[in-house]
């Protein structure tokens, strides 16, 4: 008797990343998201008879460009190949692919999970055109195709994945790469990247592969695992009871948290793959790959080895800061202009990103820029404001998009410093505070922090912190 309370799990991901073409796959069709359905379309992406397809260079370079990136081989010779299947969303009665020989071969992904370093080794990439859209409401069913024929990009990986943890980590780390390279961007609402994923369970120790089951177009990070959980649960639940499982692929019910039965899985040989009659095999020279291979950026892993190395930012800082291209290009442009790179860090991790998302804009469209943080830390280190003047300072730059020496002058911000002043304002708080004062000479010395904060009120936050508690201390000695 097998004990499925000691199994294994085995998880292969499929990736559909929507490339951000202008154009569709194999027409000149635009791919905007959201217009009026059916407005996108022409004869070659609706399946006319007589048409033929051109491909579309861009999503080509794209594809290779994310091979690169993934340290896959590029195929110098590469084909199309129809995958015959019927659906009301697929005009042309097969989807245009590739099958035995992908653009892209191998590569791998690296993750972070837990701090343990895995390796995910890829498969294969290739492109494909993507189908349209069944829309069911209560006048019946309806099919758009503005979405048949927009390029689209299938990362598989080997079923090397061995929790819903490291899947999801995965998609992550893949979305982050996509939106570097600019191929994609990345939006799982909007169905740019969508997840399929096979899983089955094994008892630990054992090789043979179980029979696995196919969960389909999961479109959410949190989904990816909360689906994975459920189905794995599900599979050793009816291993343990007796039972087996069917190949076949499920849905995820978001609403129910279960996932259910579809339909029973396709093997390739039902799709009848052949190579596609309307395209000439791709052959692609070592001169553009190396053309591409120029275009790709500085990407994730790099940055944060370097922000580490360079800028001795702790890895949580780092991997925070080198998440999103444009949040990085922020960062290092903030570091050019000479601020110390962990303040820079602070900052950013503290009010800039709180003030981002609550009022949703973008890194890049935010009017407080690496100069206007720049001149506010030169603000502090000098001693001109504290940190807490700072603070609303920050917030007021954010909101205005004036300087931080601007808002000082005009508010009148400047610290006060002055140990004669501040001895005035410590001597009258004491005046007016006997009971507290009595305590804190009686041993209560954690009634510094009310002394301070009176003196704060008094000066409108103005007051030098540091001046201020050493000045208290020889007050009440
Ligand atoms: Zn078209």
């Not at 080997?158 to 980590?169: D, V």
Request: hydrophobic share 35%; with cysteine; net charge negative.
């Amino acid at each position: 008797m097998k004990d499925y309370n000691d199994y294994e799990t085995v998880i292969g991901l499929e990736i559909h990343a929507q490339m951000r073409t202008h154009s569709k796959m194999f027409c000149g069709c635009p791919t905007t998201f959201g217009s009026e359905p059916n407005t996108q379309t022409c004869p070659v992406c609706i399946g006319m008879p007589g048409v033929l397809p051109v491909i579309n260079k861009t999503a080509l370079e794209f594809t290779i460009k994310t091979g690169l990136a993934l340290s896959c081989r590029i195929s110098p010779f590469s084909r199309f190949a129809r995958k015959n299947y019927f659906y009301p969303d697929l005009p042309k009665g097969y989807q245009i692919s590739q099958y035995e020989l992908p653009i892209c071969e191998g590569g791998f992904v690296m993750l972070n999970v837990d701090g343990a370093e895995r390796r995910i080794n890829l498969t294969r990439i290739h492109m494909e055109e993507d189908a349209g859209k069944n829309i069911h409401d209560g006048a019946g069913s309806h099919v758009d195709l503005n979405r048949a024929g927009v390029p689209l990009m299938e990362i598989v990986s080997e079923p090397e994945i061995r929790t819903p943890k490291e899947a999801a980590a995965y998609v992550r780390k893949l979305r982050t790469i996509l939106r570097y390279l600019d191929v994609c961007d990345g939006n799982m609402e909007e169905g740019s990247l969508r997840c399929d994923a096979n899983v089955s369970i094994r008892p630990r120790g054992t090789e043979a592969l179980g029979v696995k089951t196919e969960i389909k177009n999961i479109n959410s990070f949190k989904f990816i695992e909360k689906a994975l959980e459920y189905e794995i649960e599900r599979q050793r639940r009816v291993l343990s009871e007796g039972g087996r499982i069917i190949q076949e692929t499920r849905l995820w019910n978001t609403s129910a948290g279960v996932t259910e039965s579809m339909r029973s899985k396709e093997e390739a040989h039902d799709y009848r793959y052949f190579p596609e009659p309307d395209l000439v095999p791709l052959m692609v020279d070592d001169g553009w790959i190396s053309e591409i291979k120029k275009g790709i950026p500085e990407l994730p892993d790099d940055k944060i080895r370097r922000y580490i190395e360079e800028f001795k930012l702790p890895a949580y800082d780092a991997d925070l800061l080198a998440s999103e291209k444009q949040t990085a290009a922020w960062f290092e442009e903030a570091v050019s202009l000479g601020a110390n790179p962990k303040d820079i860090s602070n900052w950013m991790m503290g009010e800039l990103m709180r003030l981002l998302n609550e009022k949703a804009i973008a890194i890049e469209a935010s009017q407080l820029t690496p100069v206007h943080l720049c001149g506010l830390i030169k603000l502090v280190s000098d001693g001109t404001i504290n940190l807490k003047i700072a603070k609303t300072v920050f917030e007021d730059m954010f909101n205005t998009g004036k300087t931080a020496g601007e808002l000082v002058k005009e508010k009148g911000l400047v610290q006060i410093s002055d140990v004669g002043e501040l001895e005035k304002t410590v001597e009258q708080v004491i005046a007016e505070s006997p009971n507290e004062t009595a305590r804190y000479k009686a041993g209560e010395t954690k009634l510094t922090g009310f002394f301070v904060g009176e003196v704060m009120k008094k000066t409108r936050g103005k007051a030098n912190p540091k001046a201020v508690n050493e000045i208290l201390k020889r007050l009440l000695g």
